[in-house]
């Protein structure tokens, strides 16, 4: 006998959010800045079990249920993998000197006044030139937030420049999949995308800039030469220190570039880096072994395995050092795992149960104008980011919502790619439970909610796009030939 599945009402498919908002909330107020290990995780169980209840009580079997969340937690698969992989490169670039060598390098040519401009400038470039803010975070990202410890930097700001500028790149890079994957969804085609995204990306990263400039100029304090030097003086003596340390960075940027996929290219950076570190840094890859009965050349594969898996342990009697490098290893990550298969959980309950749709639907009967249009597919784009917790859901579900909406009322299928990258793509690092928001806290050591007020460039893109859309500023009519 077919089970009739009904329709939830939108009370009901709201339930499940309102639920997760309280639990969010306790987690944060009970156990601060450590509730992403593992109250978080619980409350989205929680809430995903809410969803599934109410689910089975509208008709939808269990076991469909469970296909869907196992479909989800599929999805978030590719991101799974490159995070654990940037846990190993990680472990190895440190044990390898190379990220030592760029906070080294880094403290010398970086003062506190031009940090955070410089920061966000220098990750906009690496970005834009891979297209991936993972790979600029896990690589440029991880060095510039050892400098502002160094230097004694507000870290909530320097993660938001490292974002920013990460972010910039994600969205405007052709190499990006992102930018590939919203003209796809849209209906319109890549480069096209790009020109139109121009419109908001530049006056929102100008304004970033000026910010950081701003801030940096009022925050800084002179540079503790003393404590630089401290630091300066451990690195050389716990690592061998030269430039030709940064080739395996330049190799990762340039597969990257040429357009071979994340994993792979990440991958062989951790290896190099281990390769590295037996040649450049025997005696630091002994001392992690701690193996003195193994032979040498054993020992050797040891230590840079434990960094791979386990990570770096730094003593080299500097208290903050040791402490900065003291990280890395796949284990690192596990955490972040577990509350992205948690947080993938909800999003495809959610889904499955057809409460999202609901939601969807909603929104949808709200629209009357252009800008009404326009920011409601804003709005959906970041619901997504909060609800399914992914940015390619962010992307694809209002795309797949409102581009017949878009092409009733006369507009260009440019304009709704952009507003899918405007907040999608931008907003995906403000949730601590997405998966770019674990990433990037997990990989900078910073939580999200503390760079969140900073990463300005992804606060003011969605705001400009709103703009545009209730002034009718740069939307583009569909041409009357097409």
């Not at 451990?234 to 994340?262: D, E, K, N, Q, T």
Request: some cysteine; glycine content about 10%.
């Amino acid at each position: 006998m077919t089970t009739v599945r009904q329709k939830p009402s939108l009370a009901l498919s709201l339930l499940p959010i309102g639920v997760l908002i309280v639990l969010l909330a306790g987690s944060v107020a009970l156990f601060g800045d450590g509730n992403s290990g593992g109250p978080n995780q619980i409350a989205l169980i929680m809430a995903a079990a809410v969803a599934a209840t109410i689910g089975i009580r509208l008709g939808h079997p269990w076991a469909d249920i469970e296909a869907g969340i196992v479909h989800g937690i599929s999805l978030s698969m590719s991101a799974v993998l490159i995070l654990l992989i940037v846990g190993a490169l990680i472990g190895s670039w440190i044990l390898a000197g190379i990220v030592p060598t760029m906070i080294y390098y880094g403290l010398q040519l970086l003062t506190p006044a031009t940090f955070f401009p410089s920061a966000c400038a220098l990750c906009c470039l690496v970005s834009l030139a891979t297209g991936s803010s993972w790979t600029t975070a896990g690589t440029v990202g991880v060095a510039l937030i050892g400098i502002a410890v160094a230097q004694n930097l507000d870290l909530g700001l320097a993660a938001g420049a490292i974002i920013s500028g990460a972010y910039f790149g994600d969205k405007m890079s052709p190499l990006s999949d992102t930018t590939n994957l919203a003209p796809a969804m849209a209906g319109t085609d890549l480069f096209t995308h790009i020109r139109h995204m121009l419109w908001t990306t530049t006056p929102s990263i100008v304004i970033a800039m000026i910010l950081f400039t701003v801030l940096g100029l009022n925050a800084a304090t002179p540079k503790d030469t003393v404590a630089v030097d401290a630091i300066l003086a451990a690195l050389a003596g716990s690592f061998v220190i030269g430039p030709h340390l940064l080739l395996p960075v330049v190799l990762v940027l340039v597969l990257v570039v040429r357009r071979m996929p994340a994993t792979p290219a990440l991958l062989i950076g951790a290896l190099v880096g281990s390769v590295f570190a037996m040649i450049f840094q025997p005696a630091a890859v002994a001392r992690l072994a701690d193996a003195p009965t193994l032979p040498a050349w054993a020992a050797m594969i040891k230590g840079c395995w434990q960094a791979l898996g386990s990570g770096f342990a730094l003593t080299s009697g500097n208290a903050a050092l040791d402490d900065l490098l003291t990280r890395g290893g796949m284990s690192s990550m596990l955490n972040t795992v577990w509350l992205i298969l948690s947080a993938m959980s909800f999003g495809a309950t959610m889904e499955t149960t057809g409460m999202l749709g609901r939601i969807a639907e909603a929104i949808l009967g709200m629209v009357r104008s252009t800008g009404s249009l326009i920011a409601a597919t804003l709005t959906t784009s970041i619901g997504m980011n909060v609800v399914a917790s992914d940015q390619y859901m962010a992307i694809v579900i209002p795309g797949r919502m409102f581009r017949a909406e878009f092409a009733r009322r006369g507009l260009a299928p440019q304009n709704l790619s952009r507003c899918l990258e405007d907040a999608g793509t931008m907003t995906s690092a403000l949730v601590p439970w997405n998966t770019c928001g674990a990433f990037m806290a997990q990989t900078l050591g910073v939580a999200t909610l503390t760079y969140l007020p900073f990463a300005f460039f992804n606060l003011l893109n969605p705001i400009v796009s709103a703009i545009y859309g209730f002034t009718g500023f740069t939307i583009t009519k569909i041409d009357a030939k097409e």
